[in-house]
């Protein structure tokens, strides 16, 4: 079992920025994948970046790609999202999930890969 809460939202103008956190506690940190996704009413949870157990290989969505920095600190069991040149289309609950097997990279885009969520925190990026 791993338990997930993030912190870090809040809102921002558009061009500012926000550090999101992912504080897991429970199974080993280090053997599970890290996804960050985010959802918006009447919308699927749309993936935004991900980051591999143990190698730390990342990846991320076009949309974020750039603006968006995904980490880990195995050591604080610890993941983070800083986002940076913050849009109003980034306006979402953020989600984290977690995974603790060996993943291809089209299935860490996919939020049914990871057995594991936090509730979420809100991003509202304003114009």
């Known amino acids: 079992q791993v338990q997930l809460v993030e912190s870090g939202g809040g809102s921002v103008q558009a061009g500012g920025s926000l550090r999101l956190s992912c504080a897991a506690s429970?199974?080993?940190?280090?053997?599970?994948?890290i996804g960050w996704f985010r959802r918006t009413p009447g919308k699927e949870r749309e993936f935004v970046a991900t980051?591999?157990?143990?190698?730390?290989?990342?990846y991320y969505a076009d949309s974020v790609k750039g603006r968006f920095t995904i980490s880990r600190d195995d050591a604080k069991n610890m993941g983070y999202l800083q986002m940076n040149s913050l849009k109003p289309e980034d306006t979402a609950l953020y989600c984290c999930?977690?995974?603790?097997?060996?993943?291809?990279?089209?299935?860490?885009?996919?939020?049914?890969?990871?057995?594991?969520w936090g509730q979420g925190t809100h991003v509202t990026v304003s114009s």
């Open positions: 429970g199974r080993t940190f280090s053997n599970c994948n």
């Open positions: 980051i591999t157990r143990n190698g730390g290989a990342t």
């Open positions: 999930g977690a995974d603790g097997a060996v993943r291809t990279t089209y299935s860490l885009t996919r939020p049914g890969t990871y057995d594991y």
